[in-house]
């Protein structure tokens, strides 16, 4: 019986489930020693390998998503799922998002202090705010550092009375959601190229960045969106360790042989494979 993590790179246009069926089918191809992929799907139904993930990422971002694989695996996962996570996120300022990303309609502020009813799917390079100094980016950067709260944005997989947010935003209902304390360990300015920033954000898990980056704009007075995502750590592990799906199929990475819990320091699993 399989029992093993995998640090998985997942692609971008991909969900979290999308990774976790893709594991799931080459487990089994890899469990009965079946030659093709298109033999894993012959599989009989009853043949299950219990498979999930340790953390959701949203299907445009990409990087690093812990993976159990068979029943002892995927009890552990919870050990991981409250560890610190990092991630370099590049923002468009000049323009907000309705799901704060670059996935959603993207809208226009023409006017300082308020949104006209211009929408966009594509925001050009021309926005209608002069550029911000570099120092002035710095400056609000700073004020996110340390323990904040943070509202839950509707397009999300957090549930309120038992239904999603997502099934809600899709149907333009819009609910009262509680802010979550969550905390930023540090906020670095990596790039700065108006209107394009990018940042590299330690956290707390429960962080939203798509939040995060629609919050910077708003204290910025411009309106911003989370273009790209990526998550590059979860704890100690770290995205450089990361195969992609399509080349994990054979090496199931990480040993389960010690039975201690997983604390800040995961030197306890070693990687099998690199």
Same mark, same amino acid.
């Given at each position: ?123 050009? %390079? ?5 550029? /911000?100094? $570099?120092?002035? &980016?710095?400056?609000?950067? =700073? !004020?996110?550092?340390?323990? #904040? ?11 309120? %009375? ?5 099934? /809600?935003? $899709?149907?333009? &209902?819009?609910?009262?959601? =509680? !802010?979550?304390?969550?905390? #930023? ?23 939203? &960045? ?65």
């Amino acid at each position: 019986m399989l029992n093993n993590f995998l640090l998985i790179n997942k692609p971008s246009g991909w969900t979290s489930f999308d990774v976790v069926a893709y594991v799931r089918k080459m487990a089994r191809k890899q469990n009965q020693g079946i030659a093709t992929s298109a033999d894993a799907n012959r599989l009989p139904r009853n043949d299950k390998i219990k498979v999930g993930h340790a953390g959701t990422l949203d299907p445009f971002a990409t990087g690093l998503l812990i993976v159990g694989v068979g029943r002892e695996a995927t009890k552990r996962l919870d050990e991981f799922k409250n560890l610190p996570k990092t991630y370099v996120a590049t923002i468009k300022l000049g323009s907000v998002s309705d799901t704060f990303d670059k996935t959603g309609t993207i809208i226009i502020p023409l006017k300082k202090g308020g949104i006209r009813g211009l929408f966009a799917k594509i925001f050009t %390079n021309n926005p209608p705010h002069p550029p /911000l100094p $570099r120092g002035v &980016i710095e400056r609000v950067l =700073k !004020k996110f550092i340390g323990k #904040i709260k943070q509202m839950p944005p509707m397009y999300s997989a957090k549930k309120i %009375n038992g239904q999603k947010l997502y099934n /809600l935003a $899709r149907k333009g &209902i819009t609910v009262k959601r =509680k !802010k979550n304390k969550i905390q #930023i360990y540090n906020l670095k300015l990596l790039d700065y190229n108006y209107p394009t920033l990018k940042i590299e954000v330690e956290c707390s898990a429960g962080t939203y &960045i798509r939040t995060l980056a629609n919050d910077i704009g708003k204290k910025l007075g411009c309106g911003a969106y989370c273009e790209e995502l990526e998550r590059t750590k979860i704890g100690e592990y770290k995205l450089a360790d990361a195969k992609t799906p399509d080349n994990c199929h054979s090496e199931l990475a990480f040993d389960l042989s010690s039975r201690r819990k997983v604390s800040g320091s995961f030197g306890m699993l070693k990687p099998v494979c690199r």
